[in-house]
Protein backbone atom coordinates (compact mmCIF):
# COMPACT_ATOMS: atom_id res chain seq x y z
CA UNK A 1 0.00 0.00 0.00
CA UNK A 2 1.30 3.34 -1.16
CA UNK A 3 -0.03 6.42 0.56
CA UNK A 4 0.83 9.97 1.60
CA UNK A 5 1.95 11.03 4.88
CA UNK A 6 -1.29 13.26 4.87
CA UNK A 7 -3.68 10.26 4.46
CA UNK A 8 -2.72 8.32 7.72
CA UNK A 9 -5.06 9.15 11.38
CA UNK A 10 -4.40 7.56 14.48
CA UNK A 11 -7.76 5.93 14.71
CA UNK A 12 -11.08 4.82 12.19
CA UNK A 13 -13.20 8.14 13.81
CA UNK A 14 -10.80 10.43 12.75
CA UNK A 15 -10.44 9.09 9.51
CA UNK A 16 -13.95 8.45 9.14
CA UNK A 17 -14.24 12.45 10.31
CA UNK A 18 -11.97 13.73 7.57
CA UNK A 19 -13.72 11.70 5.30
CA UNK A 20 -17.65 13.59 5.79
CA UNK A 21 -15.71 16.96 5.57
CA UNK A 22 -13.89 16.25 2.49
CA UNK A 23 -16.76 14.48 0.87
CA UNK A 24 -19.34 17.44 2.17
CA UNK A 25 -16.52 20.26 1.24
CA UNK A 26 -16.47 18.15 -2.32
CA UNK A 27 -19.97 17.35 -3.12
CA UNK A 28 -22.36 18.43 -0.62
CA UNK A 29 -22.68 14.80 0.22
CA UNK A 30 -22.84 12.90 3.20
CA UNK A 31 -20.77 9.91 2.11
CA UNK A 32 -18.52 9.07 -0.88
CA UNK A 33 -19.65 5.73 -3.19
CA UNK A 34 -15.65 4.51 -2.75
CA UNK A 35 -13.67 4.17 0.58
CA UNK A 36 -10.94 2.07 0.79
CA UNK A 37 -9.83 2.13 4.65
CA UNK A 38 -6.97 -0.14 5.75
CA UNK A 39 -6.79 -1.19 9.19
CA UNK A 40 -3.83 -3.85 9.17
CA UNK A 41 -4.06 -7.48 9.08
CA UNK A 42 -7.05 -9.66 9.97
CA UNK A 43 -7.33 -10.81 13.21
CA UNK A 44 -9.47 -12.80 15.67
CA UNK A 45 -10.41 -14.06 19.11
CA UNK A 46 -12.80 -16.63 18.69
CA UNK A 47 -10.29 -19.48 18.91
CA UNK A 48 -10.21 -20.30 22.88
CA UNK A 49 -9.90 -16.16 23.70
CA UNK A 50 -6.52 -16.36 21.91
CA UNK A 51 -5.74 -13.62 19.61
CA UNK A 52 -4.43 -14.67 16.40
CA UNK A 53 -3.71 -12.26 13.33
CA UNK A 54 -3.52 -13.05 9.60
CA UNK A 55 -6.50 -15.78 9.55
CA UNK A 56 -8.84 -14.92 6.63
CA UNK A 57 -6.10 -12.78 5.01
CA UNK A 58 -2.58 -11.22 4.37
CA UNK A 59 -0.34 -12.28 7.53
CA UNK A 60 1.48 -9.03 7.26
CA UNK A 61 0.89 -5.61 5.54
CA UNK A 62 3.40 -3.24 3.65
CA UNK A 63 2.90 0.58 3.95
CA UNK A 64 5.17 2.37 2.40
CA UNK A 65 4.19 6.18 3.18
CA UNK A 66 5.43 9.24 0.71
CA UNK A 67 6.23 12.44 2.60
CA UNK A 68 7.15 14.16 -0.69
CA UNK A 69 8.78 17.16 1.36
CA UNK A 70 5.60 17.89 3.42
CA UNK A 71 7.54 17.15 6.35
CA UNK A 72 9.58 20.09 5.36
CA UNK A 73 6.53 22.53 4.29
CA UNK A 74 5.40 22.12 8.01
CA UNK A 75 8.36 23.52 9.25
CA UNK A 76 8.70 26.57 6.35
CA UNK A 77 6.76 29.39 6.58
CA UNK A 78 4.20 27.83 3.91
CA UNK A 79 2.97 25.78 6.78
CA UNK A 80 -0.77 27.11 5.93
CA UNK A 81 -0.72 25.34 2.73
CA UNK A 82 -1.25 21.90 4.37
CA UNK A 83 -4.32 23.15 6.20
CA UNK A 84 -5.85 22.22 3.30
CA UNK A 85 -8.14 18.86 2.94
CA UNK A 86 -8.37 18.17 -0.39
CA UNK A 87 -11.53 18.82 -0.92
CA UNK A 88 -11.24 20.36 -4.77
CA UNK A 89 -13.83 23.27 -4.43
CA UNK A 90 -10.62 25.78 -3.71
CA UNK A 91 -11.66 28.42 -6.20
CA UNK A 92 -15.53 28.03 -5.28
CA UNK A 93 -16.11 28.28 -1.75
CA UNK A 94 -12.84 27.76 0.67
CA UNK A 95 -12.66 30.55 2.92
CA UNK A 96 -8.63 29.33 3.20
CA UNK A 97 -8.79 30.24 -0.89
CA UNK A 98 -10.04 33.47 -0.15
CA UNK A 99 -7.31 34.35 2.18
CA UNK A 100 -4.55 33.06 0.37
CA UNK A 101 -5.18 32.85 -3.13
CA UNK A 102 -3.29 31.15 -5.28
CA UNK A 103 -0.52 32.01 -3.35
CA UNK A 104 0.69 28.35 -3.77
CA UNK A 105 -0.20 28.16 -7.23
CA UNK A 106 1.73 26.57 -10.14
CA UNK A 107 1.50 27.57 -13.63
CA UNK A 108 -2.12 27.23 -14.63
CA UNK A 109 -3.01 25.20 -11.63
CA UNK A 110 -5.05 27.26 -9.63
CA UNK A 111 -5.72 25.48 -6.45
CA UNK A 112 -4.73 25.92 -2.87
CA UNK A 113 -2.41 23.34 -3.00
CA UNK A 114 -1.10 24.00 -6.67
Not at 2 to 11: R, S
Not at 58 to 80: F, G, M, Q, T
Not at 92 to 98: R, S
Request: glycine content about 12%; aromatic content about 8%; charged content about 15%.
Amino acid sequence: MLVGIDKVYPNVEEALNMLKIQTFCATGSLATSFVNIISGTSQTADIEKQLIKGVHGPRELCLILVNNHRSDIARSEYKELLYCIGCGQCLLVCPAYGVYGNRFSVGSQLGGRG
